[in-house]
């Protein structure tokens, strides 16, 4: 079984996935798509990218739009569902998911199938007691309709909790994931899972464990979803022994760097003979990450963070070069992504719930150029997030819900970068990270 492959249970995530890969056809010059050549796909991944900074590669694409057979259908992973949605004018995939849905409920209203949903005019003038009749029997209707649907609600446990059995591993790591409840419910049911952009989604029941390899290094926060509704998460902690590195071309494929082994944290960096024996394709554009897993006592609400980064001017392929800082805790995490003055409309900070995006609110103070080398800060009080780039205070905001205790970092750069000396410490306990 192709690893990348998904069985959902409703048939509408590979109805909504056909429409969107139609309406990027559309968007490509609607030649169709058994005419397509690598040429046509290298020409998407490459205006994909460009916009959406997501690059895929041929097969994946081909995979997406169903002219690479597998044994199961292929389901992108959410980053890059998001990026096609992006691409033909969405905010991400929930918005063309909704959208693509409502369109539907609109479509069945207006077809009258047999014609019993036709209502003649002359029927209307029948008078005032045949439509009291009808009017009698929408209400019955309703009032029915109601006492089932809370009859079958009611009796739904909404107490079901997604476990993993395994929560902390070192990379990489198999995860298994149950369901429980301390209350009686149907082990029939069907749930979602979803685990961001580290697997693919699967379903669940009460009968049924879920098993998920995960290759990178990090913090997951695996959400349950009924009927494609959260309604819990947990967390999976691929752990580390100090700060490695690793890189990849797309969302489907990890390059751990030096077998991810420890690396100096005064001078943390990989070289491009590390990526090469990695297996990394250093023509095509890359991200490389560097992470710090693992258990702390630190406040992710009150904390300082301060690093100096190098980043690369550009690489071939690449004309926005990310810098991008997390801060990972246990239920939630902070995000900064950084680029320069011309790329500002890519940058995105993200503290807890708060989010906010270059596309749709200028970010220009957040413009940040790191190719002579650049200082990093960011300061957490009382859940009052501040950025300090080169010194200067360039942003403020707070947020509600907290991230919990700290456990891990991740600096990403677009091609190859370094980082100075990161160091976090709790501002109440003075613990270092």
Same mark, same amino acid.
């Given at each position: 079984?192709?690893?990348?492959?998904?069985?959902?249970?409703?048939?509408?995530?590979?109805?909504?996935?056909?429409?969107?890969?139609?309406?990027?056809?559309?968007?490509?010059?609607?030649?169709?798509?058994?005419?397509?050549?690598?040429?046509?796909?290298?020409?998407?991944?490459?205006?994909?990218?460009?916009?959406?900074?997501?690059?895929?590669?041929?097969?994946?694409?081909?995979?997406?739009?169903? +002219?690479?057979?597998?044994?199961?259908?292929?389901? @992108?992973?959410?980053?890059?569902?998001?990026?096609?949605?992006?691409?033909?004018?969405?905010?991400?995939?929930?918005?063309?998911?909704?959208?693509?849905?409502?369109?539907?409920?609109?479509? +069945?209203?207006?077809?009258?199938?047999?014609?019993? $949903?036709?209502?003649?005019?002359?029927?209307?003038?029948?008078?005032?007691?045949?439509?009291?009749?009808?009017?009698?029997?929408?209400?019955?209707?309703?009032?029915? $309709?109601?006492?089932?649907?809370?009859?079958?609600?009611?009796?739904?446990?909404?107490?079901?909790?997604?476990?993993?059995?395994?929560?902390?591993?070192?990379?990489?790591?198999?995860?298994?994931?149950?369901?429980?409840?301390?209350?009686?419910?149907?082990?029939?049911?069907?749930?979602?899972?979803?685990?961001?952009?580290?697997?693919?989604?699967?379903?669940?029941?009460?009968?049924?464990?879920?098993?998920?390899?995960?290759?990178?290094?990090?913090?997951?926060?695996?959400?349950?979803?009924?009927?494609?509704?959260?309604?819990?998460?947990?967390?999976?902690?691929?752990?580390?022994?100090?700060?490695?590195?690793?890189?990849?071309?797309?969302?489907?494929?990890?390059? @751990?760097?030096?077998?991810?082994?420890?690396?100096?944290?005064?001078?943390?960096?990989?070289?491009?003979?590390?990526?090469?024996?990695?297996?990394?394709?250093?023509?095509?554009?890359?991200?490389?990450?560097?992470?710090?897993?693992? #258990?702390?006592?630190?406040?992710?609400?009150?904390? #300082?963070?301060?690093?100096?980064?190098?980043?690369?001017?550009?690489? @071939?392929?690449?004309?926005?070069?990310?810098?991008?800082?997390?801060?990972?805790?246990?239920?939630?995490?902070?995000?900064?992504?950084?680029?320069?003055?011309?790329?500002? $409309?890519?940058?995105?900070?993200?503290?807890?719930?708060?989010?906010?995006?270059?596309?749709?609110?200028?970010?220009?103070?957040? $413009?940040?150029?790191?190719?002579?080398?650049?200082?990093?800060?960011?300061?957490?009080?009382?859940?009052?997030?501040?950025?300090?780039?080169?010194?200067?205070?360039?942003?403020?905001?707070?947020?509600?819900?907290?991230?919990?205790?700290?456990?891990?970092?991740?600096?990403?750069?677009?091609?190859?970068?370094?980082?100075?000396? @990161?160091?976090?410490?709790?501002?109440?306990?003075?613990?270092?990270?």
């Amino acid at each position: 079984m192709d690893p990348n492959s998904v069985q959902p249970s409703d048939q509408l995530f590979f109805d909504t996935l056909d429409t969107c890969c139609q309406k990027i056809i559309e968007k490509m010059g609607d030649k169709a798509i058994v005419e397509w050549r690598v040429s046509d796909y290298n020409s998407l991944s490459s205006q994909l990218g460009k916009q959406t900074k997501v690059y895929l590669s041929v097969n994946t694409l081909k995979r997406i739009f169903g +002219r690479l057979k597998t044994s199961d259908r292929y389901f @992108p992973q959410k980053a890059t569902r998001d990026a096609l949605a992006q691409f033909i004018g969405y905010r991400d995939w929930q918005e063309f998911e909704l959208v693509y849905l409502n369109s539907i409920k609109v479509e +069945r209203i207006n077809t009258t199938g047999d014609g019993t $949903a036709e209502v003649k005019a002359d029927k209307i003038k029948n008078g005032k007691q045949q439509l009291s009749v009808i009017a009698f029997c929408v209400v019955l209707f309703i009032v029915i $309709a109601a006492i089932v649907f809370f009859r079958n609600d009611t009796g739904k446990n909404t107490n079901v909790k997604l476990v993993c059995e395994n929560p902390f591993g070192r990379v990489p790591h198999t995860a298994v994931f149950q369901l429980k409840s301390d209350q009686p419910f149907d082990e029939n049911e069907e749930f979602q899972v979803d685990f961001m952009d580290e697997a693919v989604p699967s379903i669940i029941t009460g009968k049924k464990k879920v098993t998920k390899f995960f290759r990178n290094p990090g913090v997951v926060y695996v959400s349950l979803l009924r009927n494609h509704i959260p309604i819990d998460t947990t967390t999976v902690y691929m752990q580390t022994r100090g700060w490695v590195a690793n890189s990849g071309n797309d969302t489907s494929r990890a390059f @751990p760097i030096a077998g991810l082994r420890p690396l100096d944290p005064q001078n943390i960096y990989a070289s491009l003979q590390q990526l090469d024996s990695a297996g990394l394709d250093t023509n095509k554009p890359f991200l490389v990450g560097y992470s710090n897993i693992k #258990s702390s006592n630190i406040s992710g609400d009150n904390f #300082s963070f301060a690093c100096k980064v190098f980043a690369e001017p550009s690489r @071939p392929g690449t004309q926005c070069v990310e810098t991008t800082i997390i801060i990972l805790g246990e239920k939630h995490r902070h995000l900064l992504k950084l680029y320069r003055q011309s790329c500002v $409309a890519f940058s995105e900070y993200k503290f807890s719930e708060v989010r906010v995006v270059g596309s749709e609110q200028f970010l220009g103070a957040l $413009a940040f150029d790191p190719e002579h080398g650049g200082d990093i800060g960011i300061k957490v009080e009382n859940k009052h997030a501040s950025v300090i780039l080169n010194g200067k205070k360039v942003l403020s905001t707070k947020y509600e819900r907290s991230i919990g205790k700290v456990m891990g970092i991740k600096i990403i750069f677009n091609g190859i970068g370094k980082a100075i000396s @990161p160091e976090l410490h709790d501002l109440r306990t003075k613990e270092v990270f």
